[in-house]
């Protein structure tokens, strides 16, 4: 299988996604088409992996995230990170994620990242350990507002845990 991994463009919107609803997961053109429009404008990158010339995964990399500890410091957010199931395990979430870290790194210290907390998740969330995520320390958000204690949210993906990730030590260097 050969894997390339391209900026997303104007007639990927379809076929992605096609090859998400293939697999029960709705992920409308109209979203495509935004982060497309978003990217035109500088403030998105949408990274697209193929497998054998099939949509096989995407990430974007918002650079004015809404999240506000991370929209304070100017760092980016990877965002949206999905790899279709019968591509997974195949090394293209982490070409993906090696991809949008080398673009963060080049304009920023730190990238962030947010993981749903229900079990779906839980690879997720082993990958961001493994590849040195820490959380951020601000707690749980949903739809990137902090939620307090005692009160009641809903369990779904809108509920996440904010990572962090230094990519570069202050003085420039290569992070940890």
């Not at 429009?37 to 995230?65: C, F, M, S």
Request: hydrophobic letters at 40%; one cysteine or more.
């Amino acid at each position: 299988m050969h894997i390339d991994v391209r900026l997303m463009e104007k007639g990927d919107a379809g076929p992605l996604s096609a090859a998400f609803e293939a697999v029960g997961w709705h992920k409308p053109v109209e979203l495509f088409e935004r982060y497309l429009a978003q990217q035109a404008d500088g403030k998105r990158t949408a990274l697209l992996a193929l497998a054998d010339g099939e949509p096989a995964g995407y990430l974007t990399v918002n650079w004015r995230p809404r999240y506000r500890p991370l929209h304070a410091e100017g760092y980016p957010e990877i965002q949206d990170f999905n790899v279709l199931p019968q591509y997974r395990r195949r090394g293209i979430g982490t070409l993906l994620m090696d991809i949008a870290e080398g673009l963060a790194q080049d304009r920023s210290p730190v990238v962030g990242i947010g993981v749903g907390l229900y079990a779906d998740y839980g690879a997720a969330q082993v990958l961001y350990v493994r590849r040195g995520y820490v959380p951020d320390g601000q707690g749980v958000t949903t739809c990137d507002v902090p939620v307090h204690p005692g009160h009641s949210v809903c369990v779904d993906d809108n509920l996440v845990l904010h990572f962090l990730k230094e990519l570069r030590s202050p003085k420039g260097g290569a992070g940890a």
